[in-house]
């Protein structure tokens, strides 16, 4: 504060010429303010031979934070001091742009002036010439001065305060907060100290600098305890320290101190809810809404308390509300899928955050629950999709990487899922799921070995990990599976005519991720037995999974043809259908199947 620049008051005389004199000597006693560079003066001695003096009197006028009427018979007789100047003077302290301090100098009846409502100096109403002596005159010229250097630290105070706004409408936050301090701690009688004080919590609280706000609260309540407005911050602070009991009670000593604000009702609204009390939190936030009907943000507190007490229809119809106040309001749709998203209405989900990502494309949290909508419909490719968009957002956000290895794996992509493990593992190298994930993947790509291997590191550091236990499950299959494939291998080895023990080895193959040597298997068995539908059935899966899905669907229609009423064969036939884009086909089979009751 001590580097701050000087804040000066301008001073500007308003006299008869006859009272040059004491004006002169009203100067000489104003000079230590002056030196200080506190205040600054003019008058019409200032200007220079030549300047339109009239036009440069009332431009310093027109500038002058302090118009000194210096009151005497002379001064009510000069129609340019009396009707000119001080109409101006008067003006602009009506209008709050300057103070008039009228000195009586000398006697003169000034009761029915227009400055007769202000307070006059001396504060006793006698003039400065009535003095007795000039020891006496010295005297009432010092108590002028102190009236004088009173209402100079008062506009600095006000300077300093509409400074410290202006910083702070600039979002210069540092510069704001010192402009507020000068006021605070150097002009401890003024009017301002309470709203600097309150200038200083507004912005310590955007700066998160939150105890320091808190302590800017305190002091305001100390300095007055019947002023609502910092009970108001308290609480607001409180609230971010999730201080809530402290918080309501700041809130309700608000509003006992008269402050009706809608920002004191919203508060204790929010302190309500923390502290487990929806149905009264619900009741400040119509209080708030019935100050400020169509204010958005009111409609979604309300719509949060709502979606707490199980109420959807109603959070609903107040999201609804609140998107129709505030368009461009993300969210109010964020919210309306996350009820959705309760409701396990994940269609509905998708769409209310979809509209919340068009409005806000950088909204993670609506994205992230898009992608787990997504997820939990089992939309695989949509959910993998939507969380490479969430981690371009949040690169570091591990939940998100897991979420997507669970779609990769519901799509079977392995190879991918390898990655993103990598990527998870080289930031938490223990993570327990990853390593279960990896695990999952090198199963899928028959590299049984190193699945066993980090089953195991998955297990070791956490003894309840589902996936990892499902994956030794399927690894203790594997085995068994390989076991009976050997058999196999030796009775074919005994005769390699044997269509069933050829189907046996394709179903192995199949259920061993070996999908290419199970169709090798299935062509062998279907070249002894051309009208086994097992062997079809395992040939259009194998070639399914190894995306040959024109020749998948030629063996899909061979199965139904074989067995038209397998609705199973439906099924897979509408999936490779889907999966060639042809929806329509896929959609007529579909209805023609549940039409003669097979789907």
Not at 326 to 339: C, E, M, N, V, Y
Not at 394 to 401: A, I, L, S
Not at 544 to 558: D, V
């Given at each position: 504060?001590?580097?701050?620049p000087l804040q000066t008051v301008t001073l500007f005389y308003c006299y008869a010429q006859e009272d040059i004199v004491l004006r002169e000597e009203l100067e000489k006693h104003l000079m230590p303010l002056l030196r200080s560079g506190v205040i600054k003066s003019w008058s019409d001695r200032m200007i220079s031979a030549g300047q339109p003096w009239e036009q440069e009197a009332k431009k310093q006028l027109l500038a002058a934070d ?314 695989y490719q949509e959910a993998v999709n939507a969380y490479e968009q969430v981690l371009r957002l949040q690169p570091n956000h591990m939940p998100h990487y897991l979420h997507k290895l669970e779609a990769l794996a519901g799509l079977q992509r392995y190879a991918e899922m390898l990655l993103t493990c990598e990527q998870i593992l080289q930031r938490e190298a223990r993570n327990s799921r990853a390593l279960a994930y990896k695990a999952q ?159």
């Amino acid at each position: 504060m001590a580097n701050e620049p000087l804040q000066t008051v301008t001073l500007f005389y308003c006299y008869a010429q006859e009272d040059i004199v004491l004006r002169e000597e009203l100067e000489k006693h104003l000079m230590p303010l002056l030196r200080s560079g506190v205040i600054k003066s003019w008058s019409d001695r200032m200007i220079s031979a030549g300047q339109p003096w009239e036009q440069e009197a009332k431009k310093q006028l027109l500038a002058a934070d302090i118009v000194l009427l210096l009151v005497s018979p002379d001064f009510m007789a000069s129609d340019y001091c009396y009707d000119k100047e001080m109409k101006i003077a008067i003006q602009r302290h009506e209008a709050g742009k300057a103070r008039v301090l009228p000195i009586i100098v000398r006697h003169a009846h000034w009761e029915d002036a227009p400055f007769s409502h202000l307070q006059v100096l001396p504060l006793n109403g006698k003039p400065i010439s009535a003095a007795r002596s000039a020891y006496e005159r010295d005297k009432v010229f010092v108590d002028v001065i102190k009236e004088i250097q009173r209402v100079v630290k008062e506009l600095i105070a006000q300077k300093w305060f509409t400074k410290g706004n202006t910083l702070l409408s600039e979002k210069a936050y540092e510069q704001a907060l010192s402009a507020f301090e000068q006021v605070a701690k150097s002009y401890e009688e003024s009017v301002y100290k309470y709203a600097a004080l309150m200038g200083i919590c507004n912005v310590l609280i955007t700066l998160n600098r939150n105890n320091e706000a808190l302590d800017s609260c305190e002091r305001a309540i100390r300095l007055n305890a019947e002023q609502g407005t910092a009970y108001l911050h308290k609480s607001t602070v409180l609230l971010r320290l999730h201080k809530y009991q402290l918080a309501l009670d700041a809130c309700n000593q608000a509003l006992y101190q008269g402050v009706k604000d809608v920002g004191v009702y919203r508060n204790k609204g929010k302190t309500l809810y923390e502290l487990k009390r929806p149905v009264e939190a619900l009741e400040a936030y119509e209080q708030a809404s019935r100050l400020e009907p169509r204010n958005a943000y009111i409609q979604l507190d309300k719509g949060q308390v709502l979606l707490k007490l199980k109420r959807y229809k109603e959070a609903l119809t107040v999201y609804e509300l609140a998107a129709q106040l505030s368009p461009s309001l993300a969210q109010a749709h964020t919210r309306k899928g996350d009820i959705f998203f309760e409701l396990e209405q994940y269609g509905k989900a998708i769409h209310a955050y979809s509209q919340s990502i068009r409005l806000d494309g950088d909204n993670a949290y609506a994205r992230s629950r898009q992608a787990e909508a997504q997820l939990r419909l089992k939309h695989y490719q949509e959910a993998v999709n939507a969380y490479e968009q969430v981690l371009r957002l949040q690169p570091n956000h591990m939940p998100h990487y897991l979420h997507k290895l669970e779609a990769l794996a519901g799509l079977q992509r392995y190879a991918e899922m390898l990655l993103t493990c990598e990527q998870i593992l080289q930031r938490e190298a223990r993570n327990s799921r990853a390593l279960a994930y990896k695990a999952q993947a090198l199963l899928g790509l028959a590299r049984y070995e190193e699945a066993q291997e980090y089953c195991q590191q998955a297990i070791n550091i956490n003894a309840d990990n589902a996936i990892a236990h499902h994956v030794r499950d399927a690894l203790l299959t594997v085995n068994q599976q390989q076991r009976s494939l050997l058999l196999i291998e030796h009775t074919l080895s005994i005769n390699p005519y044997d269509a069933m023990a050829l189907i046996k080895k394709a179903s192995i193959l199949f259920q061993l991720r070996q999908y290419a040597e199970a169709v090798l298997a299935c062509d062998e068995a279907l070249a002894l037995d051309a009208r086994s539908p097992f062997a079809y059935t395992i040939k259009r899966d194998a070639l399914f999974y190894l995306g040959r899905y024109e020749e998948a669907l030629k063996y899909a229609q061979k199965v139904i043809s074989l067995d038209p009423n397998n609705a199973e064969a439906y099924h897979e036939l509408v999936e490779i259908l889907r999966k060639l884009g042809r929806n329509e086909d896929a959609k007529k089979i579909h209805v023609a199947a549940k039409t003669r009751g097979i789907w």
